[in-house]
C-alpha cells in the first residue's frame, strides 16, 4: 500500500494537478473570506471563519473529483491497471494507496488557511477573539467531508476510463452525499421523519462537528460512509478481474 501511496502522491506533485487544485482552493476561499463584500470577513464587525467552513464543501466538490478522476480511469485508460493488479498487492493495497494519496493532498491544500486563521485572529477585537473549539471542530469537520469526497470520487474513477464522465460522477454524488438527504428531509411527504433522513447525509453531521462538539457518532458516521464507497470500490475493481 505505501509504495502505491507514494507513487500516486509523487505523481500529482510531479504534474499541475496538485498546484491548479491547492491554488483554485486557496484562491476561490480568499476571494470570498477577504474580497466579496457578501461574505468578507472584514464586512462582518465581528471575526469569524464561517466563509472558509460554509463554502469550502462546495468548493471541495468541484475540486476533489478533479484529483481522483485520474485514480483508475487513466490507469485503465493506459492499460496499466492489468500490470498493477499482476503485482503482489491486494485490492485494498491499491484501493487504500491511491485514496490515501488523494486525501493527502486535500490536507494539504487546508494547510495553508492557517495562514486565514492567524490573520482572523488578529483582527480580533480584543486579539484571539475566537471561538477556537468551533473553528478546530470545523477543521476536522471540513478534512472528513474530504475523506469521504476523496472516497466517493475514487469509486467513480473505478467505474469507468473516461476521466470527465469520473469526475461529473464523483461531483454528482459528492453533491448528494453533501445535500441531497437534506433537500429530499424538506419534502412535505417525509415531515414526520425529516431528521431521520437528514442524520443519513453529510451536512447534519458537519453542522455538528462545526459547533467544536467531537461526537463519536459523527467520526463513526464518516468512517462508515468511507468504508461503504471504498468497499462498492472493490467489489468493482474485483469484479473487472473475473
Not at 112 to 121: A, C, E, F, H, K
Not at 207 to 221: A, F, H, N, Q
Request: charged residues 10%.
Amino acid at each position: 500500500m505505501l509504495q502505491v501511496l507514494s507513487k500516486e502522491f509523487s505523481s500529482f506533485l510531479n504534474s499541475l494537478i496538485a498546484y491548479l487544485v491547492i491554488g483554485a482552493f486557496l484562491t476561490v476561499i480568499g476571494l470570498f473570506m477577504w474580497f466579496f463584500p457578501e461574505t468578507s470577513v472584514l464586512e462582518y464587525g465581528y471575526a469569524d471563519m464561517d466563509t472558509l467552513f460554509s463554502m469550502g464543501p462546495y468548493v471541495f466538490i468541484f475540486l476533489i473529483p478533479a484529483i481522483t478522476m485520474r485514480s483508475f480511469a487513466e490507469e485503465r485508460k493506459a492499460g496499466t491497471l492489468e500490470l498493477l493488479m499482476t503485482k503482489p498487492l491486494r485490492d485494498w493495497d491499491i484501493i487504500l494507496g491511491k485514496y490515501l494519496a488523494g486525501f493527502a493532498l486535500v490536507l494539504v491544500s487546508l494547510l495553508p488557511t492557517v495562514l486565514y486563521y492567524i490573520s482572523v485572529y488578529k483582527l480580533g477585537n480584543p486579539p484571539g477573539n475566537l471561538d477556537t473549539a468551533g473553528i478546530a471542530g470545523s477543521y476536522i469537520g471540513l478534512a472528513l467531508l474530504g475523506a469521504v469526497f476523496c472516497a466517493a470520487g475514487i469509486l467513480a474513477s473505478s467505474i469507468t476510463p473516461n476521466q470527465i464522465v469520473a469526475f461529473i460522477l464523483a461531483a454528482f454524488l459528492c453533491f448528494v452525499l453533501f445535500s441531497g438527504f437534506d433537500s429530499l428531509a424538506t419534502l412535505d411527504v417525509w415531515s414526520a421523519n425529516t431528521l431521520v433522513i437528514r442524520q443519513f447525509g453529510i451536512l447534519y453531521h458537519y453542522e455538528s462537528l462545526s459547533k467544536g462538539l467531537i461526537d463519536s457518532r459523527d467520526l463513526v458516521y464518516f468512517g462508515s460512509v468511507i468504508f461503504l464507497l471504498l468497499s462498492i470500490t472493490k467489489l468493482v475493481i474485483g469484479s473487472r478481474q473475473w
